[in-house]
């Protein structure tokens, strides 16, 4: 087998997917690619996306098999060295009544969310970029916070163990204005004794405002484990309580 096209070679993939290794990838993903595995590698030989005439639904198709297909380049699994150089991460900076704020998304999902951006660079978490998803999002985000918007309605990049994105799905489910306690999510989720594992997930929700864990205190009320500091925290609490006692007869 010459060196380079692994063990799966770009003849066997266009008879498996029905198109080459590359058609259905992003100009920029291709880039990215050929950085990753060297420009003058056989296995680039494909043609861009857009010189193809392939439709939209087979591209994404592409992208998804030559992402998870086990191709190896010198004895290297591909889908391990390159994964992460195929993801677009772009970003958005915002200016809001907490303060900055910097939107992440990956691809056309919103991925991150930074309180304070204090402590990062213009190319922290990809390349600053006007995407329908990122722009969506500050849409959103200025209406809720000005007592516009009581939900999102956002793509969000899956995140997580199981356990963590049960505890975002049960944090979803808190209505607006309302509170929910540690504990009461760990019995929600399965986990009665994992009230303190239910605290860690919270503190680590990359989304939050959009994956309102301001709502949940400890079992006393008090407010702990925020990632945008307590004062972030009561605000937002504050604001809600505020607009529902506004809104409410």
């Known amino acids: 087998m010459a060196p380079g096209y692994g063990s799966f070679p770009p003849v066997l993939f266009k008879r498996s997917a029905g198109i080459t290794a590359l058609a259905g990838l992003h100009r920029l993903h291709q880039q990215r690619l050929s950085r990753t595995v060297g420009p003058r590698s056989r296995f680039l030989s ?36 390159v994964i992460q150089e195929l993801t677009m991460r772009t970003h958005l900076d915002i200016t809001t009544p907490l303060g900055d704020m910097r939107l992440i998304a990956e691809d056309d999902q919103l991925y991150r969310i930074v309180l304070s951006t204090a402590h990062v660079t213009d190319d922290t978490f990809g390349t600053a970029a006007n995407t329908p998803v990122l722009c969506e999002a500050a849409r959103q985000m200025e209406e809720w916070l000005l007592g516009q918007r009581t939900h999102f309605e956002l793509p969000l990049a899956p995140f997580g163990t199981p356990f963590q994105r049960a505890v975002r799905d049960a944090m979803l489910a808190i ?75």
Do not use: W
């Open 46 to 81: 494909s043609p861009p996306m857009h010189h193809c005439n392939i439709p939209a639904a087979s591209a994404s198709v592409g992208r998804m098999i030559f992402a998870f297909f086990p191709t190896m380049i010198h004895g290297i699994p591909l889908a391990h060295t």
């Open 175 to 249: 209505p607006y204005g309302r509170t929910c306690h540690y504990g009461g999510i760990a019995q929600q989720v399965g986990s009665p004794r994992a009230a303190r594992a239910v605290g860690l997930a919270c503190r680590n929700n990359p989304l939050p405002i959009v994956v309102p864990c301001h709502r949940v205190l400890a079992a006393d009320g008090g407010l702990v484990g925020y990632n945008g500091g307590l004062d972030i925290k009561r605000h937002l609490l504050a604001l809600e309580a505020r607009i529902m006692k506004a809104t409410t007869p």
